[in-house]
């Protein structure tokens, strides 16, 4: 696709429950991020991958949160026994490259936890 | 740690004319990056500008330019000839090591 895509757009969950949100990047980008954005607030970093390996997690608030990327192209970001806090919209970025390149963003999936 | 500070919650505009926003950072560093992004109620993140510290003038992308200056750690951003399609969140961000975004403002163009 021409751009960064998440799915799902929308996720309601249970509190206690697992999930799963995905992102694929711009085909070719090396650099993938996680964001978290909270009502009313500015993207919040979560981690960062170079290829296949997290060079950055020092974001994940703790260890409930949990992203891969096994082929250096899509990401999934784990979620277990989610909490009402985690109720946010997750956005996914790429790059190019690494740090110092644009990023540029999905549509981000919004989080609800009941 | 890296701080992005937006003090401007929200403004308006009357369409056609021009409006600044503030961004001020405070860092440590003397190499990083300043981006202007742009979120409209779909959420997808724009581009607007972007800004390598090293380089001493100010970036500028048709309608949009920057004010930076390095010194007073200060990163704003003129929007000039205001449509309405410039209605949105804005976020000023700064990246060295990770990106950090600002709280936003909220920019209303008005016909």
């Known amino acids: 696709g021409a751009g960064v895509s998440q799915t799902p757009s929308n996720k309601v969950t249970e509190k206690g429950k697992y999930v799963e949100l995905r992102c694929d990047p711009i085909s070719g980008h090396t650099a993938l991020y996680w964001y978290r954005q909270s009502l009313g607030q500015g993207p919040e970093f979560l981690i960062y991958?170079?290829?296949?390996?997290?060079?950055?997690d020092s974001g994940l608030p703790n260890d409930r949160f949990f992203a891969v990327r096994p082929e250096g192209s899509v990401s999934t970001l784990k979620i277990q026994r989610t909490e009402r806090g985690d109720s946010a919209v997750y956005l996914c970025a790429s790059s190019l490259q690494g740090l110092g390149e644009t990023q540029y963003f999905g549509p981000g999936t919004r989080l609800l936890v009941l | 740690a890296q701080t992005v500070t937006q003090s401007q919650p929200e403004m308006s505009v009357q369409e056609a004319e021009t409006v600044t926003l503030s961004c001020t950072y405070d860092?440590?560093?003397?190499?990083?990056?300043l981006f202007w992004y742009k979120q409209p109620p779909s959420r997808q993140m724009i581009l607007v500008i972007r800004?390598?510290?090293?380089?001493?003038q100010n970036a500028t992308e048709n309608r949009f330019s920057v004010n930076f200056q390095k010194a007073a750690k200060s990163f704003s951003l003129k929007i000039s000839d205001s449509q309405l399609g410039d209605t949105a969140m804005y976020f000023c961000a700064f990246m060295n090591n990770d990106m950090r975004f600002g709280a936003g403002t909220r920019l209303t163009v008005k016909p």
């Open positions: 991958f170079q290829g296949t390996g997290a060079a950055d």
């Open positions: 800004q390598e510290a090293y380089k001493q």
């Open positions: 860092t440590s560093e003397s190499n990083y990056y």
